[in-house]
């Protein structure tokens, strides 16, 4: 089935030169062609970026050596039990002379590595509690210490597969027709569904007809559009006759940070992971947890304060020279990209709703810009989208195809996947923030 989807694909895209020449790239670089550059072809201009991007951070010249560089993106992906990832990766290591040794377990590998995994564990789910402690047990060790290049270095590539693995799972990738294991949606999700419905395009009976109550009709979805459409033009001009103050604003983000601890589903359980993922990292019992939960307080992340633009890319360039400028073209095209379509209705500007998710992850994270009103995104984001964006984001390996159908029902798969875009930049920013921030306060 994917194998179809593939040749389907390049039958389509054979007048389009920039996804023949990423399609050649992607295979050059890789020496394969994933599902994932498949699904992200929706989307060329991201996709490129993306590329370049990972070939960078794997296999150009940089602090760390190759078999390390997989080997740690074998750590992250597993921290979501992402098999997919993990499977891809173990033999990328091997390729490039890793030990087989090594991927026993983690115990089997170099202290160096092992003492990655407490940075590894915590980035993934629960960045706000990252400290300057953190970076200087690392940098400072007796024996196997890092240099802050090669901190840098592994920082990155921790925040690009643990995004990676959000991607992977929100869009319901499964392993290429030659691989064994892996991963689709979780079952029993995975009925009626496979790589091929995205890549094509189309959406099943099921997907059009029924949501998670198992009752709702196309007419139904497009009255969705409809009313966030509305809501849109209403928000605009609102913004247009005034503006909330400072303090308005402020406790409007402390509404829905907390409104966010909330926000959970009814497929919200424990998933086991395999021992062929769970023996690439340590404490397999710790995950995420809202920062707000049990009486902790977490300080709010003030973007004012640092922020990627001002601090974080300053950062990054100077100790891992152009990865930076990478970083931040792919940021910026997450973010801005748009078709001026939504659903059904072209010519409309999706900033607001775009700046909303963005902003939603972030707000879940304890991140808050001062010059945002937060009042906005109960009014573009209804609960169903906020399970699923949650979901993905926190919980990437609990994603099921009911999450991935019952919201936006009248949207496109490549607009489906468009946002699973911002999910993962949004993420990876504010990973990046966290780890940034307490490594420039051990510089200090």
Excluded at 23 to 48: C, K, W
Excluded at 117 to 122: I, P, Q, T, W
Excluded at 360 to 389: A, T, W
Aim: proline share 3%; with cysteine; charged share 25%.
């Amino acid at each position: 089935m994917v194998f179809l989807s593939f040749i389907q694909i390049l039958q389509v895209g054979s007048e389009d030169a920039q996804m023949h020449t990423l399609f050649a790239d992607s295979f050059a670089a890789l020496g394969r062609l994933d599902n994932i550059t498949l699904v992200m072809v929706f989307h060329p201009q991201y996709l490129e970026s993306f590329l370049k991007t990972q070939h960078y951070l794997l296999q150009m010249d940089g602090p760390l050596p190759l078999h390390y560089r997989h080997y740690i993106g074998i750590m992250a992906a597993a921290r979501h039990q992402c098999s997919y990832l993990v499977n891809l990766h173990v033999n990328d290591f091997l390729h490039v002379g890793g030990d087989p040794k090594w991927l026993n377990g983690l115990e089997n590998a170099p202290q160096k590595l092992q003492n990655l995994g407490e940075l590894n564990k915590v980035l993934a789910h629960r960045p706000w509690l990252i400290t300057k402690e953190h970076i200087e047990g690392l940098l400072k060790a007796e024996e196997h210490s890092w240099s802050l290049a090669e901190l840098v270095h592994a920082v990155v590539l921790l925040t690009h597969y643990h995004s990676l693995a959000s991607f992977t799972f929100g869009c319901g990738i499964s392993p290429e027709i030659h691989c064994d294991g892996g991963h689709t949606f979780r079952p029993p999700s995975v009925s009626n569904y496979c790589i091929c419905d995205i890549t094509n395009g189309n959406h099943s009976v099921d997907e059009m007809q029924v949501n998670s109550a198992g009752n709702v009709s196309v007419s139904d979805s497009f009255f969705e559009v409809e009313a966030l459409m509305e809501k849109m033009k209403q928000l605009q001009e609102c913004r247009d006759e005034e503006e909330a103050s400072q303090e308005e604003m402020a406790s409007r983000f402390e509404i829905e940070k907390r409104e966010s601890m909330f926000v959970f589903s009814s497929d919200d359980e424990e998933v086991t992971p395999a021992r062929d993922v769970s023996r690439h990292f340590e404490d397999t019992s710790y995950g995420y947890k809202d920062f707000s939960r049990h009486g902790m307080h977490v300080p709010t992340f003030r973007v004012q304060d640092y922020c990627w633009e001002d601090h974080g890319y300053s950062l990054v360039n100077r100790l891992y020279p152009d990865v930076g400028q990478l970083i931040d073209e792919k940021f910026h095209i997450a973010y801005n990209l748009t078709y001026n379509t939504m659903a059904m209705h072209k010519d409309v500007d999706t900033s607001m709703l775009r700046r909303a998710i963005w902003n939603y992850i972030h707000c879940m994270f304890g991140i808050r810009y001062d010059d945002y009103d937060y009042g906005e995104i109960n009014q573009l984001l209804d609960r169903s989208f906020k399970v699923y964006i949650k979901t993905v984001v926190c919980t990437p390996e609990k994603v099921t195809k009911r999450m991935y159908d019952s919201f936006w029902r009248q949207f496109k798969h490549s607009e489906k996947v468009h946002v699973n875009l911002l999910l993962i930049e949004a993420r990876m920013q504010a990973e990046l923030l966290y780890a940034l921030r307490a490594i420039t306060r051990y510089m200090t």
